[in-house]
């Protein structure tokens, strides 16, 4: 099926249509979707999509070729979906900066008798959580990029690829954060 057809459809509300649309992104959605490791944010990017199929004006996208048609309807379909992660990540930024602030607020407001004290309970357990989570490899990664090392370097001195050394750093991350909660 071709995505002018697809968007005709969705725009009669044939169901088909529309699975077959949110399908025919669904790679990109999860990309992006891997990208935000907070929540799922997949949903978001399938309604989007839904709301432009049944807004967009396809006399925009009239071409001589009909395949240079399908390509400037699926590069305007992209472009949507990247300012839609574009945005989540700037809403995301700017809830964490508010609660970073409003947490400072309440420290001032009710402070501790020893500040030290709760500063090293902090990174005890995050001593605790690393020695106790992490394999010896992803400590030694962990490790080299805290002295910021390059994931090439990285991979170099451990007799790995590049993209292994990735996958293991994202796995770090969800442990830590797992571990945190």
Aim: with cysteine; charged share 35%; glycine share 0%.
């Amino acid at each position: 099926m071709k995505l002018k057809d697809c968007i005709k459809g969705c725009k009669q509300d044939n169901e088909e249509c529309k699975i077959f649309l949110i399908e025919k992104f669904s790679p990109k959605i999860k990309m992006y979707n891997r990208k935000f490791l907070e929540d799922d944010i997949k949903s978001y990017f399938f309604i989007k999509l839904l709301e432009v199929s049944e807004k967009i004006n396809l006399n925009n996208f009239n071409r001589q070729n009909e395949n240079e048609e399908e390509a400037a309807l699926v590069n305007y379909f992209l472009k949507i979906l990247h300012n839609c992660y574009v945005d989540i990540i700037k809403h995301n930024s700017n809830r964490k900066d508010k609660i970073l602030f409003e947490d400072e607020r309440l420290l001032n407001e009710f402070p501790s008798t020893n500040n030290e004290f709760d500063k090293s309970d902090l990174f005890l357990d995050i001593d605790h959580i690393i020695k106790s989570s992490l394999t010896e490899l992803q400590k030694n990664i962990l490790l080299d990029i805290l002295k910021d090392k390059s994931q090439r370097t990285i991979a170099k001195e451990n007799n790995m690829s590049e993209q292994a050394v990735s996958n293991i750093k994202r796995r770090i991350q969800s442990i830590l954060k797992k571990e945190m909660r």
